[in-house]
């Protein structure tokens, strides 16, 4: 959380486009995915793509975006980087988001999977 008097010293625009970035890394559907399965444990790249069954290099692309925020942290292990969830940050927010979509969004989905069904 931003110090109050940090605030007060940092321009609007400032916070504003730190915001922006924040949120523009989980607005990414693989970031989010990868987000998740590294709540379930440390994992390398090559074992993230396999789960996800994406592309190797997109998903080093989106860890890169994913590190340079913050969300995840990375250790070198023999040949390979491990990649691990912000445990301080990430992992209780991932809690807290879980808590508030499912009391405010996933109803949302119902009703618009009940809406393309009546169609």
């Known amino acids: ?8 010293q940092v321009y609007k625009e400032e916070i504003y486009g730190a915001y922006k970035i924040f949120f523009g890394t989980l607005i990414s559907e693989s970031r989010l995915k990868i987000i998740n399965l590294l709540r379930k444990g440390e994992k390398s ?7 996800l069954k994406l592309p190797q290099p997109a998903v080093s692309h989106d860890l890169a975006r994913l590190k340079r925020c913050g969300f995840v942290k990375v250790k070198n292990v023999k040949n390979f980087r491990n990649y691990s969830l912000n445990e301080k940050t990430i992992e209780p927010l991932m809690g807290l988001i879980d808590d508030h979509m499912s009391e405010y969004c ?5 009703k618009i999977n009940v809406e393309k069904h009546v169609k």
Do not use: G, P
Request: proline share 0%; charged share 10%; aromatic share 0%.
């Open 45 to 51: 790249v090559s074992e993230i793509a396999a789960a």
């Open 106 to 110: 996933v109803h949302i989905l119902h």
């Open 1 to 8: 959380m931003l110090n109050k008097n940090i605030l007060h």
